[in-house]
């Protein structure tokens, strides 16, 4: 498939994948476990670097789709579908910035993926969503030993184990996709260090911090 076959492909994935969040968040799911699933829905994103024959594609959809997302807030006052976007994934602690933080981290992610460093880049990404994402739903379905430092929001060990978890599998899945394997101790430890960046993050960040510890031990230690 050529690269404009593959825009339009993730085009519609993109939008499939909005509107089922705004779906069940209007079946009654609540804004922060939506939010969760479309943290976790993202990281698919990774599984098509291999697919793209150059670079300016990927990274011009990477860059669109977070200044669309940019946008959104300002567009909602005028249009009803980015206001129903908006209202399915913010709320309560949830911002709308936190979204952006993810766009610009997938961005900076491809960038690296399509410079050759696909391997890295994705665990990087899959920390982000298949750790940071599961591990708030987890932390507050099931957190009970809770934690804080000053400059970061609170946090619990479970979710913290979570989010340890959650980024070591993807980093053993970006070495099976990316054909570089990773022994078990070295994913554990990029878990780890990516556990360690979502409870130091500071409020708002984690969504850039996160996906920055894991690229960043990738590079170094696998």
Known sequence: MSDLGWLALWLAIGGAGAAAVIALRALGLRATYARDLLHVGAGCWALGWPAWHGAAAPLLLAIGVTV??????????????????????????????????????????TAIAVAGHGFAAAVGLWALALGDGPGGAIGRRFGRHRFRLAWAKAKSL???????????????????????????????????????????????????????AAWLAAELFA
């Open 68 to 109: 669309g997302l940019a946008l959104v807030p300002t567009l909602a006052r005028a249009v009803p579908l980015a206001a129903r976007l908006e209202h399915a994934v913010t709320g309560g602690d949830e911002r709308w910035p936190g979204l952006v933080h993810y766009g610009l981290a997938a961005t900076a992610l």
């Open 158 to 212: 479970e979710g913290a184990a979570a989010v340890a978890l959650g980024a070591a599998l993807g980093a053993l899945a970006a070495g099976a996709w990316f054909a570089h394997p990773v022994a078990l101790t070295t994913a554990l430890a990029i878990g780890a260090i990516a556990a360690i960046a979502e409870a130091a993050a500071p409020r708002g960040t984690d969504n850039l911090l996160v996906p920055a």
